[in-house]
């Protein structure tokens, strides 16, 4: 008869043991798990921030060289008047390409989402699209822009402007609303083109994204940070 | 003896209880940590990681041309003829890059064509260039207008789409120069170009070739306005 009751005894303890366990573990489970996260969070961070740094680095060095390119340039240059055309037109092609910070008159236009919902059914006609930028772009260079950037980056000829999901990326590097599109050139006429009757910008409106445009004495539009590299295509003499 | 197996069945029975929830327990944890790295903060981060990476290593390809080039110069300071020779060589290499050469090399063609019911817009060729140049498209041209870094795509009248001041024809044939599979997939993927394409329907041929020529672009890009700030 004791022993029965030992024996009963010895189970609930057990049973309590068994839940007294889970619980405690269900409860390890969850700090740890979260814990874990956080710190392969930060050691993520800590890596993004070490690439980060050493790009930094890397910039600066090559801003060094390229000072110093620069330079031997043009001590290679003063030898003849020839070479003194061959440098200036290697910086034009620099420049070109996107090399170089420029600077000079233009417009600034400023594209948001529509602020209050339109009175029109299709909501995503009154937010801005990659095809809205690359529309705007295109209208810029018919008008006679010479450079143009969206949210700081450059626009070259290499540049693909890119949709995945709602978020838009411009020579790989996300870009978000406000869309501030910088163009250099004469600013009457990219004025007037871009506010021309039936022209993009008119489109842009009807559909209810709210479209800013300024005239400007002066911009400066940042260099392309990115490379040309090519690995298909040769020359054909 | 009645009473010691009552004791141990219900020990034994315990036992086993506790060994299945614990194995439970085992593997709830296992199927945690795996939820635990697919969370979106951590997935943000390595995207960050993997594009700092990215830039940081053409930063590297940049610096080592510079490198190079600057050893370049070096070696022939005293030489002022060679100096110049690698002056030229570097204009002929932006040159390159701006469009101002006739290039070859494998890619893809791809015709569009006006049909019965729909013709060929503005829309349809600012994409494609757009896509190709995703794709790494190292030189692009359409009806053998090269397209370059100021070069506009317009809408004039009903016939015509204006490239580089010229107004050019339906049927459009885009060519790029660049890895073939990549420029294919770029424009065959589901949902992608040719798929909006047949959507609308609007006539659309492609074909991936191992030489295609690219004609240079006669203009020259100039500045009026813009100039360089030191």
Redesign the interface.
Same mark, same amino acid.
């Given at each position: 008869m004791q022993e029965k009751k030992i024996a009963a005894l010895l189970g609930i303890m057990c049973f309590m043991l068994t839940v007294g366990i889970c619980v405690q573990m269900r409860t390890v489970t969850s700090t740890a798990s979260r814990m874990g996260r956080t710190y392969a969070e930060n050691e993520l961070r800590d890596s993004v921030l070490k690439w980060k740094e050493k790009y930094d680095l890397a910039y600066d060095n090559l801003e060094t060289k390229e000072a110093k390119l620069d330079k031997l340039r043009e001590t290679a240059s003063t030898s003849s008047e020839a070479s003194e055309n061959v440098k200036a037109g290697l910086e034009q092609n620099n420049m070109a390409l996107g090399f170089t910070e420029v600077i000079g008159s233009g417009i600034t236009i400023t594209l948001k989402d529509a602020e209050v919902a339109t009175n029109k059914l299709d909501l995503s006609s009154s937010l801005v699209h990659y095809s809205d930028l690359i529309e705007v772009i295109n209208a810029l260079k018919n008008a006679g822009a010479e450079a143009v950037s969206v949210n700081g980056e450059r626009i070259v000829n290499v540049t693909a402007i890119t949709c995945a999901g709602n978020i838009i990326k411009i020579n790989n590097e996300k870009v978000g609303v406000p869309f501030v599109i910088n163009a250099i050139g004469s600013s009457e006429k990219l004025y007037g083109a871009l506010t021309m009757h039936g022209g993009y910008i008119d489109k842009l409106k009807e559909d209810g994204v709210t479209v800013e445009i300024e005239k400007k004495d002066t911009i400066t539009i940042p260099k392309y940070n990115g490379v040309y590299k090519f690995e298909y295509a040769k020359v054909v003499e | 003896m009645k009473?010691?197996y009552?004791?141990i069945i219900?020990?034994g029975?315990?036992?086993l209880?506790?060994t299945t929830?614990?194995f439970t327990?085992f593997k709830?944890?296992e199927q945690? *940590?795996i939820t635990?790295?697919e969370?979106m903060?951590?997935t943000e981060?390595?995207t960050?990681?993997a594009?700092?990476?990215?830039?940081?290593e053409?930063?590297? /390809?940049?610096?080592t041309e510079?490198?190079s080039?600057?050893a370049e110069?070096?070696s022939?300071?005293s030489n002022?003829a060679e100096?110049?020779t690698?002056?030229?060589k570097?204009?002929n290499e932006? *040159?390159?890059?701006?469009?101002y050469?006739?290039?070859?090399?494998?890619?893809i063609e791809v015709v569009l064509k006006d049909n019965s019911n729909t013709a060929i817009d503005?829309?349809d060729l600012?994409?494609i260039v757009?896509?190709l140049?995703?794709a790494g498209a190292?030189?692009i041209s359409i009806n053998g207008e090269r /397209?370059?870094?100021?070069?506009?795509?317009?809408t004039v009248g009903t016939q015509f789409i204006?490239i580089n001041g010229n107004r050019i024809p339906a049927p459009f044939t885009v060519k790029a /120069?660049? *890895?073939k599979k990549y420029l294919e997939s770029a424009i065959t993927i589901k949902g992608g170009y040719i798929d909006e394409m047949k959507l609308y329907e609007k006539t659309v041929e492609y074909e991936v070739k191992d030489i295609v020529?690219?004609p240079a672009y006669s203009g020259k /890009?100039?500045?009026?306005?813009?100039?360089?700030?030191k």
């Open positions: - | 009473g010691k009552t004791m219900s020990i029975l315990a036992t209880i506790l929830v614990m327990q709830t944890v945690t *940590d635990a790295i969370t903060r951590e981060l390595r960050e990681l594009n700092w990476k990215t830039k940081y053409e930063m590297e /390809i940049k610096l510079t490198e080039k600057i110069y070096q022939q300071v002022s100096s110049e690698i002056l030229e570097e204009l932006t *040159d390159m890059y701006l469009g050469k006739k290039l070859q090399g494998e890619g503005r829309w600012l994409s757009n896509e140049k995703l190292e030189a /397209i370059v870094s100021n070069t506009e795509i317009a204006l /120069i660049g *890895d020529e690219i /890009i100039k500045f009026e306005y813009a100039e360089e700030n």
